[in-house]
């Protein structure tokens, strides 16, 4: 399952910036989606990239997600 979620923002120069978040359930899936995002020819500033792993039982879950802030 993919979840996207778009924010706006403003640089110190008063211009609007972008927020994308990208989550994913595994690296290459999110991999897919980020390469699938800039191919939009969008001005990157930043990418910031975050792990987060829970227990449920016996089983492991990941979520693998990563913040694109762009003009």
């Known amino acids: 399952m993919t979840n996207f979620t778009l924010f706006f923002c403003y640089d110190i120069f008063g211009d609007m ?3 994308k978040v990208i989550d994913e359930e595994c690296e290459r899936d999110l991999e ?3 390469n699938e995002f800039l191919s939009n ?3 990157v500033i930043d990418i910031k990239y975050q792990v987060a792993i ?3 039982g016996e089983e492991q879950l990941y ?3 990563a913040m694109i802030i762009y003009h």
């Open 17 to 19: 910036m972008k927020v």
């Open 32 to 34: 897919n989606s980020v």
């Open 41 to 43: 020819d969008v001005d």
């Open 54 to 56: 829970g227990i449920n």
């Open 63 to 65: 979520c693998f997600s």
